[in-house]
């Protein structure tokens, strides 16, 4: 009886420790639109008296979920071709301000926009590309639509944001291309990680739990968050980018989509000494470098 009495104790407790891990995975806290946009000037990422001068148009784009993805979107007169940047997870669109002076640089539009449950968007839950591939296809087509036929639209995303533009480029053969920046190759094996990394707990059975409450939650299935199984889809050109020293993301996730992506170019680039999302910051010239050769060579 004392037996029975404790297992039931573990599985009630086993239980809580999966339902709170889950709450944090698909509710985290996020910063405030103000905060980003303070943070990102103090670091000196944006440069307020340029960005604010920057012709611009703020866009509110329906999700088939029923919630609104606010945008902003830079346009260049005449220019046929747009890239659209997505964010990493708890932040917004102004942390990506970093990586547009290389495309418009080359002449393309830019679509900076705010993940369900970011920033100005609508919705009340993050699902690692779940949902997010679907609102990321939405943007696309919106970004097409302002182009016309003989434009192109290709897709740059950083961590939360690669992972996404990962699953979305699987749905989408016309796009472009896209430059995955530190993107996890698995929601599962990330969340694995994490546990043990952060908390120092296994995997089994905390992530099997957590795993039932994130599907009673938000109807997500966590084994299908998962770039890795979708890469060998994408016919676009992939340039995939991570921080050697990246110790949120290891490096090895980037690596192994790279050997995933069996139709179309592909490109890997591992920043020396860089850690996670921080690429671009740590060689901003050599980074420009490594996007404006991938861009030249397919042609863009």
Not at 165 to 190: G, H, I, K, N, T
Not at 193 to 215: E, I
Not at 242 to 262: C, F, N, R, V, W
Request: aromatic share 12%.
């Amino acid at each position: 009886m004392i037996g029975l009495w404790i297992l039931t104790v573990l599985f009630v407790v086993l239980l809580a420790v999966g339902a709170v891990f889950a709450a944090k995975v698909v509710y985290p806290k996020t910063f405030a639109v103000e905060e980003t946009y303070r943070i990102e000037v103090e670091k000196g990422y944006l440069q307020p008296e340029v960005f604010e001068k920057l012709p611009k148009q703020s866009v509110n784009i329906r999700s088939r979920y029923g919630y609104d993805l606010f945008g902003l979107y830079f346009p260049i007169e005449g220019s046929k071709k747009t890239v659209v940047i997505a964010h990493g997870i708890t932040y917004t669109l102004y942390g990506m301000t970093k990586y547009m002076d290389s495309y418009r640089r080359r002449g393309f539009n830019v679509l900076l926009y705010d993940h369900r449950n970011h920033g100005r968007s609508g919705g009340n839950n993050s699902t690692f590309g779940y949902y997010e591939k679907w609102d990321l296809q939405t943007v696309v087509d919106w970004a097409r639509a302002q182009l016309g036929e003989d434009g192109v639209v290709g897709v740059m995303g950083e961590s939360f944001g690669a992972a996404t533009a990962l699953q979305q480029a699987a749905l989408d053969d016309q796009l472009a291309f896209v430059v995955a920046d530190c993107a996890f190759s698995d929601l599962e094996q990330l969340l694995s990680y994490r546990l043990r990394q952060d908390f120092g707990l296994p995997a089994f059975p905390v992530l099997w739990l957590a795993r039932l409450w994130m599907w009673l939650l938000t109807g997500m299935r966590v084994r299908e968050a998962a770039p890795l199984r979708v890469v060998g889809q994408i016919v676009a050109p992939v340039l995939f980018v991570h921080g050697a020293a990246d110790t949120y993301i290891p490096p090895e996730m980037s690596q192994a989509l790279y050997q995933a992506k069996t139709r179309g170019l592909r490109q890997l680039y591992l920043a020396p000494g860089a850690d996670h999302a921080m690429s671009v910051v740590v060689d901003p010239v050599a980074y420009d470098r490594v996007v404006g050769a991938f861009l030249e060579e397919i042609g863009l």
